[in-house]
């Protein structure tokens, strides 16, 4: 056994080094029945098979690697796993049909709290949180803690399922809900990529985020950041529907067309915003108490009405 799981190795290494996606795309029933052997070595010490397996699986940039006819094992393999296992092989689960996936969420949150941050485990944890994320009945089950893994902004893969599912409007509803605007732009700066477009009602969504949490005038910082990772998407776009193909299969031309469009619309929202809480900084009148009395900026030049606007903010705290 252990000459033939030398040769697999072998042929597995030759492929990835080999930088073509192909034949571990068209190989993969086979390298993926190899799974339940992997997740098992790994638990007994043995590591090697189950890194040349997730090694196999990213460079495939397939988010449908790993086969169905393995998904009755993987609840018995991983639920006796080591934390670490468990959330390498979790980006890798079926979240969205798989019979034992409640079962996995309670392990899976556990070994979240339980593993050391390294870039390899932040980016399964962020993949993995975003899939089940956009599953209605698994959602409500994720640990608020868990939501601040977003913070760290792991890479992405261009095949990212988590990318893919983690616009979803519900989605978005969730991560608003937290009420903590650095999670929420973490967020966007992690779903927000050339590889993929948005949902639309998880657009829609974003669209409102932007002007109902991030359009007050303390937020300037959180706009600048958002602005930036939206340049750097569309200026990533603007190389072509050939370069995005390259390394990532699931585009296809026209989506490159939506993508332009709808990134485009979310800078100028957030422009449009930014401009705004710029000129209410430029002309509501400077309030401050000094010795009992009201002092006021400019306030001949300011319209009645904000006057009193000004006061009722003053009174109210």
């Known amino acids: ?57 990213r460079a495939s940039n397939y988010t449908g690697f790993v086969w169905h006819h393995v998904h009755p094992f993987v ?56 899939q089940i994320a956009a599953e209605d009945e ?12 977003l913070n760290k902004k792991p890479p992405l893969p261009p095949a990212c399922l988590g990318r893919v599912f983690g616009s979803y409007s ?9 009420k903590d605007a650095e999670i929420l732009k973490s967020y966007l700066l992690l779903v927000w990529s050339e590889w993929d477009s948005l949902w639309p009602h998880g657009f829609d969504e974003m669209c409102a985020s932007i002007r109902e949490d991030f359009g007050r005038i303390k937020m300037g910082h959180h706009r600048a950041e958002l602005i930036q990772r939206l340049d750097q998407v569309l200026e990533r776009l603007e190389l072509g529907f050939g370069y995005l193909n390259e390394h990532n299969p699931y585009p296809e031309e026209h989506d490159l067309m939506a993508m332009q469009m709808q990134y485009a619309a979310l800078k100028a929202i957030l ?3 930014d401009e705004e809480t710029k000129k209410l900084t430029g002309t509501y009148p400077r ?11 400019d306030i001949s030049r300011a ?3 904000l006057y009193v606007c000004a006061a009722y903010m003053l009174v109210m705290g």
């Open 170 to 178: 519900h989605v978005v509803k969730a991560v608003r809900g937290l």
């Open 271 to 273: 422009l449009e915003v």
């Open 1 to 57: 056994m252990e000459q033939v799981t030398a040769l697999i190795t072998q042929k597995l290494e030759e492929m990835i080094a080999a930088e073509d996606t192909q034949p571990l795309r068209s190989g993969r029933k086979a390298i993926t029945a190899l799974f339940p052997y992997a997740v098992w070595q790994e638990r007994n010490g043995q590591h090697e098979m189950f890194a040349i397996f997730l090694r196999a699986a």
């Open 138 to 149: 698994l959602l409500p089950q994720i640990d608020v803690d868990v939501w601040s893994w």
């Open 75 to 130: 609840h018995t393999l991983l639920g006796k796993a080591d934390p670490r296992t468990i959330l390498l092989a979790s980006p890798h689960v079926p979240w969205d049909s798989w019979i034992g996936r409640q079962d996995l969420i309670q392990p899976w949150t556990a070994a979240v709290h339980n593993v050391a941050y390294t870039e390899e485990v932040g980016q399964s944890v962020v993949d993995t949180l975003l």
């Open 303 to 305: 319209p009645h009405n």
């Open 287 to 297: 309030l401050s108490i000094h010795f009992g009395r009201l002092i006021s900026a």
